[in-house]
């Protein structure tokens, strides 16, 4: 790849001097303080007291979600856990003998699934990588807890926090789609 | 079965017709025949010459050790052959010089290509194969959108998902949409084929691969194809299970999710296993695993192909026997006369009380089960006290593929390093006699259970000494004065000799419990300080030692085992 070389413009007497420069900097000193000082209207916030209202698409903490009828989306696939940069995510599988999935279709369920918040980062490629957009990124930024332990979130509580998440249902689908196909004869439109 | 599935490494075999074929426009030569899965030469195929070329042909129905079916279309590749003269019998040359190539086309529609089957065509002088070609590229877009019609696309609750073909070549060849709008044909899923197998058909892809192995592999005509179309479904025969030793080798088989283990469902994906050469305990016939592990805990063994000894399969029931290495009855820390202690507490005390041994009272019990420098160890302690030596007989049945009548994996060994003789466990009723006589007055014993063999509680409490190493607690261990945990085959290195008098060496594929140690480690301890011969600290060292003193181990060297192992005459 070639180079290229810019020259850099020589600054002149009158820049030199930084006076330009000083002057640009107070003028913005000079809105603060008018806005501040002289209209009364604050910059900062008095934290915890006040909250600060989230942006959109702001990347909190990550929760498991449910669906419309209140079921667990999650099918313990791993692949959150096999993607997350700092290994906060953990899922214990169903196993053969495990309970099935909330959803009749879905055959599995994570048995246990733990966020430790102490290590995640909120980058949010769980909820990127996740097939069944069972994981989403929320608006939580400030957890505290009393010990380690407690920070380890578990299935239950992740559950709860994450709350209701529509979506298209397609293990619903699927069952409904094959109950169709078993009346027989096939129907002829 | 049909075929021997060992085949022993021979001499040489003479040289082989080769003929000359080109891939993607680059000239190899192949030999013009191929053993097939029973071992007899057929021509070689399509498939064969492209991998001598070292391209893959995807596909799914065929398997290197099965009959060739040819149904699931996927290795369609586009090919050319000479231009014949039909006067002179001869090949047309080009104005160039260069040999006229007819492309393959459709018979009705010249301008079309048309593939052929890799797996199942021959090669011919001359022939051009073009894996490479935009059309084959298409013949296997085209294959695979069709296989993927009713594939219900539950990957994040399939099993197979990660080492899945239908994923691998979706990713090479496949396409994001699929042409067919027509809702999916729905078949059964989770259906109870056996007592260790699980049938999804929806995501089957009728490669038939399952059957010709329970068929022409295991022996047992289970499975079929019933109903028509789109309805197709592998089955078992009617009122019947799928239900041999043999039936886990169908899991590994199945391209696609179709069969899974009763055993792993569900357990863990197969991206977090850690794989691990290894070698099945189960018996003598030593076949070749692969130890699927996760942090510290074993999830499924598979075999490795190794066509000297098991060929690609394992039966089910050392498949399924690795439970008991993780297990809670494991021993976890050294005993002396019951109470816990540490290794450097007993090894000391073990050679000082060993020191005082006469000549002739000592008597070492070893197992088949320990690695083959373990044995070699523990004669050099027998040589030492002139002790009488011998190992525990294990035998059950055999079956005429793969399971062989001595149920422990290193009888050679035993005989091998002189740990038992001719057969195993001849020397067990002198013992006897010599306990019930008190001329023998101290016993080590090496992973077996003496109470078990015959050797009653009340016999043993007559010992003045009784080492006893073992993996898990016995009948034995409450009464050894010495106990010293040891480790499964999964936490160590080593090798075993198997009943044809391979050597092969296995490796570790997860930490020992508690305070645990590999049996070798602490018995070239032992050694070095009972007999002040130089003890080895690593396992290279000790086999490479070991194989310059007993001579059907010579030339023999850690690094030379590769991965399959090395056949000596026993």
């Known amino acids: 790849m070639s180079t290229k070389i810019v020259d850099r413009k020589p600054l002149s007497f009158f820049e030199n001097s930084y006076l330009p420069t000083l002057v640009s900097g107070l003028k913005v000193t000079w809105k603060h303080f008018k806005k501040s000082a002289i209209q009364g209207k604050p910059l900062t916030m008095e934290y915890p007291e006040q909250k600060w209202v989230v942006p959109q698409g702001y990347r909190g903490a990550p929760y498991l979600v449910k669906d419309q009828d209140n079921n667990t989306k999650c099918v313990s696939c791993q692949l959150c856990e096999f993607v997350c940069p700092p290994k906060a995510i953990r899922i214990t599988p169903p196993g053969p003998n495990g309970a099935p999935a909330d959803r009749k279709n879905a055959e599995k369920s994570p048995a246990e699934f733990e966020i430790n918040m102490l290590r995640c980062i909120f980058c949010g490629l769980c909820q990127e990588v996740c097939p069944e957009e069972a994981i989403f990124l929320q608006k939580d930024y400030s957890l505290t807890g009393e010990s380690r332990e407690e920070m380890v979130y578990g299935k239950a509580r992740l559950l709860q926090l994450g709350g209701i998440h529509g979506g298209i249902q397609k293990w619903k689908h699927k069952l409904e789609e094959a109950k169709e196909q078993e009346v027989f004869p096939v129907h002829a439109e | 079965m049909s075929a021997p599935v060992t085949v022993e490494s021979k001499p040489a075999p003479p040289p082989v017709e080769k003929i000359k074929v080109k891939v993607d426009g680059r000239e190899v030569e192949v030999p013009k025949t191929t053993p097939d899965w029973l071992g007899k030469p057929q021509p070689t195929t399509m498939l064969q010459a492209c991998a001598h070329a070292g391209v893959d042909v995807p596909h799914y129905c065929y398997h290197h050790k099965l009959p060739v079916a040819g149904n699931c279309r996927m290795c369609l590749v586009e090919f050319g052959t000479p231009v014949i003269d039909p006067a002179t019998k001869k090949p047309v040359i080009n104005e160039d010089g260069s040999t006229k190539i007819a492309r393959s086309v459709l018979p009705y529609e010249p301008g079309t290509p048309r593939g052929a089957i890799a797996c199942a065509t021959p090669i011919s002088p001359g022939m051009e194969l073009y894996p490479g070609s935009p059309?084959?590229?298409?013949?296997?877009?085209?294959?695979?959108?069709?296989?993927?019609?009713?594939?219900?696309?539950?990957?994040?609750?399939?099993?197979?998902?990660?080492?899945?073909?239908?994923?691998?070549?979706?990713?090479?060849?496949?396409?994001?949409?699929?042409?067919?709008?027509?809702?999916?044909?729905?078949?059964?899923?989770?259906?109870?084929?056996?007592?260790?197998?699980?049938?999804?058909?929806?995501?089957?892809?009728?490669?038939?691969?399952?059957?010709?192995?329970?068929?022409?592999?295991?022996?047992?005509?289970?499975?079929?194809?019933?109903?028509?179309?789109?309805?197709?479904?592998?089955?078992?025969?009617?009122?019947?299970?799928?239900?041999?030793?043999?039936?886990?080798?169908?899991?590994?088989?199945?391209?696609?999710?179709?069969?899974?283990?009763?055993?792993?469902?569900?357990?863990?994906?197969?991206?977090?296993?850690?794989?691990?050469?290894?070698?099945?305990?189960?018996?003598?016939?030593?076949?070749?695993?692969?130890?699927?592990?996760?942090?510290?805990?074993?999830?499924?063994?598979?075999?490795?192909?190794?066509?000297?000894?098991?060929?690609?399969?394992?039966?089910?029931?050392?498949?399924?026997?690795?439970?008991?290495?993780?297990?809670?009855?494991?021993?976890?820390?050294?005993?002396?006369?019951?109470?816990?202690?540490?290794?450097?507490?007993?090894?000391?005390?073990?050679?000082?009380?060993l020191g005082g041994v006469k000549p002739g009272s000592l008597a070492i019990i070893g197992s088949a089960r320990l690695t083959t420098e373990e044995l070699y160890l523990l004669k050099q302690l027998g040589r030492k006290f002139e002790a009488i030596t011998d190992v525990v007989e294990h035998s059950g049945e055999a079956d005429r593929l793969l399971v062989h009548a001595e149920k422990a994996p290193n009888y050679a060994g035993a005989r091998l390093t002189g740990m038992a003789f001719t057969e195993a466990g001849i020397n067990l009723p002198q013992i006897r006699a010599g306990i019930e006589s008190g001329a023998i007055k101290s016993v080590i014993a090496f992973g077996e259970d003496l109470v078990s063999t015959g050797l009653s509680v009340e016999l043993l409490s007559k010992l003045s000494l009784l080492i006893v190493s073992d993996v898990v607690s016995t009948a034995t261990t409450p009464l050894a004065h010495y106990l010293l945990p040891g480790c499964a085959y999964a936490e160590k290195r080593g090798t075993f000799i198997n009943a044809k008098g391979r050597v092969q060496k296995f490796m570790k594929a997860v930490e020992a419990p508690g305070d645990a140690r590999p049996e070798w480690e602490f018995l070239h301890e032992l050694v070095h300080q009972v007999t002040g011969s130089n003890g080895y600290s690593t396992i290279e060292g000790l086999f490479n030692s070991m194989a310059k003193e007993l001579p059907p181990l010579s030339g023999l060297e850690w690094s030379r085992l590769g991965d399959t192992g090395v056949t000596i005459t026993l």
């Open chain 2, 135 to 353: 059309a084959t590229a298409q013949m296997r877009e085209a294959v695979l959108e069709s296989l993927l019609i009713n594939h219900p696309l539950d990957c994040p609750i399939c099993d197979q998902a990660g080492e899945c073909k239908l994923q691998e070549y979706s990713v090479q060849h496949g396409q994001s949409a699929s042409s067919f709008v027509e809702a999916k044909v729905h078949k059964p899923k989770s259906v109870d084929l056996g007592p260790r197998i699980v049938l999804d058909d929806e995501r089957c892809i009728l490669c038939t691969r399952c059957i010709r192995f329970t068929k022409d592999i295991a022996n047992d005509d289970a499975l079929g194809i019933i109903n028509r179309g789109s309805y197709n479904t592998i089955a078992a025969a009617p009122g019947r299970q799928f239900d041999n030793n043999y039936t886990l080798n169908t899991v590994d088989l199945c391209p696609v999710g179709a069969l899974t283990s009763k055993d792993f469902r569900f357990k863990m994906r197969v991206w977090f296993l850690k794989e691990t050469k290894s070698i099945c305990p189960g018996c003598a016939t030593g076949c070749n695993i692969v130890i699927g592990s996760r942090e510290n805990s074993i999830y499924r063994l598979e075999p490795r192909e190794n066509d000297a000894v098991n060929g690609p399969w394992m039966c089910d029931t050392g498949r399924l026997d690795y439970k008991w290495v993780g297990a809670s009855d494991r021993l976890r820390e050294v005993r002396i006369a019951g109470k816990p202690s540490t290794w450097a507490t007993a090894l000391r005390e073990i050679s000082v009380r």
